[in-house]
């Protein structure tokens, strides 16, 4: 919890997503298991949803994650790590 709340809107998010993976797992296709609304994701990371979601795009443009509808999919986990750090 400290370590969340001592961090950046964007080391949140990136710490979010791995956390999701490491608990909840993900499919066979990569994507996330548990599946968040981005108002709930926002809500976890201590944002507002407009910023969740531009972070979100961000990552996706940046080739770290992958959007499908609701489906949140892992692509690069290293980058998403030293961005959580």
Known sequence: MV???Q???KERLA???LYLEDNFGSHPDGSLHIQ???EE???MIGTATESCIRLLSE???AGY???TGKKITIV???KLKRISE
């Open 7 to 9: 961090k950046n809107v």
């Open 41 to 43: 994701l926002a809500g």
């Open 76 to 78: 690069d986990k290293a």
């Open 65 to 67: 994650i992958e959007l």
């Open 36 to 38: 968040l609304s981005r």
């Open 15 to 17: 710490e979010t997503l």
């Open 59 to 61: 990552f996706n443009k």
């Open 3 to 5: 370590s969340l709340a």
